[in-house]
């Protein structure tokens, strides 16, 4: 039973917070499928991989020094953030290379850096809550950690990795060779640091104190992100404004749609309202698509017809005025 509770308290919080990141992307939301898929590399393949070499290389320290502090710090300070960091990113650089389409904005850096992080903490919760919670103290220890793993660190690996979420879209974003190689670079090395960091205060803080100050030093770093992501959203939201303009001249859409597609609020109202009048599936539809539109005129304005651009940009522009019909604003 207890098992089972680790499971539960270890991935429905994870769930529930790679449900919000999801909803953060208000304009142009990524593939559901594709954010599955990451979130299970993150639970299932990150988290094992890891287990198997932060054991080995933190036994081969202890072979090496024979000192159990010394093993300690060495794993969780300088082999755990490289080794974790690494094989969470390479899930979102498979995004980036293969489902180079859907990689179109830094928001999407962080949505897909975030939800593969959330797997990964979703099986590293399940882990201490069960080991070090309900196997050392029972049902209190398993809601205590519960409470230290969801609400005091719960979004630690978010966090880390949506610096490399962030250097790919960068990179996506810019024509400097330079930049394409050293942002997301910059963005790994970036999460690796806050990550040891993290983990060293955790090891050389200790009591009361150690906690308060830890927490801050995370809600601290998480509230940077925030406003990041903030940013993130106002830029989309600007390319809607800009590049849909042309849209309503041409009368693909009309101007009372070109206004609901470029507040997020007024869109999740056009979608509660089509729920009463069947065009909800159009709707969503219309409103993904406005989204998607900004993005690719932008990279069009940008990049030229990277990607068959301007192909893309003809056939959404043709569904929108098909669908503009049926959707509600």
């Known amino acids: 039973m207890g098992f089972l509770a680790s499971i539960f308290f270890g991935f429905a919080p994870m769930l529930a917070f790679a449900w919000f990141v999801y909803l953060l992307d208000r304009y142009e939301k990524e593939p ?22 932060n054991t080995t290389l933190g036994m081969g320290v202890y072979v090496v020094t024979n000192s159990e502090a010394i093993t300690e710090f060495a794993t969780g300070s300088l082999i755990a953030p ?45 882990y201490y809550i069960y080991n070090y919670g309900y196997l050392e103290e029972g049902w209190a220890g398993l809601f205590t950690l519960t409470f230290v793993r969801v609400i005091l660190v719960g979004w630690q690996h978010p966090f ?15 024509r400097s060779i330079w930049v394409k190689l050293l942002a997301p670079t910059l963005g790994l090395f970036i999460g690796i640091v806050f990550h040891s960091l993290h983990n060293t205060l955790a090891t050389v803080l200790d009591g009361l104190g150690g906690l308060i100050g830890g927490t801050l030093f995370d809600w601290g770093g998480w509230f940077f992100m925030f406003l990041v992501i903030l940013w993130a959203i106002r830029d989309v939201q600007k390319r809607v404004q800009t590049y ?42 219309f409103y993904q698509l406005c989204g998607e539109l900004a993005h690719k005129k932008y990279q069009y304005a940008h990049f030229g017809d990277e990607g068959g651009n ?9 569904e929108l005025a098909q669908l503009s019909p049926r959707a509600r604003s």
Do not use: M
């Open 32 to 53: 559901k499928i594709l954010l599955g898929v990451v979130f299970v590399w993150g639970a299932l393949v990150a988290a094992g991989f890891a287990f198997i070499v």
């Open 82 to 126: 490289p080794v974790e960091e690494i094989l969470k990113g390479l899930a979102v650089l498979v995004v980036f290379f293969i489902f180079r389409k859907e990689f179109d904005s830094v928001l999407d850096g962080i949505v897909y850096a975030g939800i593969v992080a959330l797997g990964f903490a979703a099986t590293e919760n399940t």
């Open 160 to 174: 880390y990795t949506a610096f490399f979420g962030i250097g790919l879209a960068t990179a996506r974003l810019n």
């Open 244 to 285: 849909l303009r042309a849209d309503v001249q041409a009368g693909i859409i009309t101007p009372r749609q070109y206004r609901t597609a470029c507040s997020s609020w007024a869109q999740a109202w056009a979608r509660t309202a089509a729920l009463f009048s069947g065009q909800h599936r159009d709707t969503v539809r």
């Open 310 to 318: 301007l192909k893309i940009i003809n056939q959404t522009e043709a």
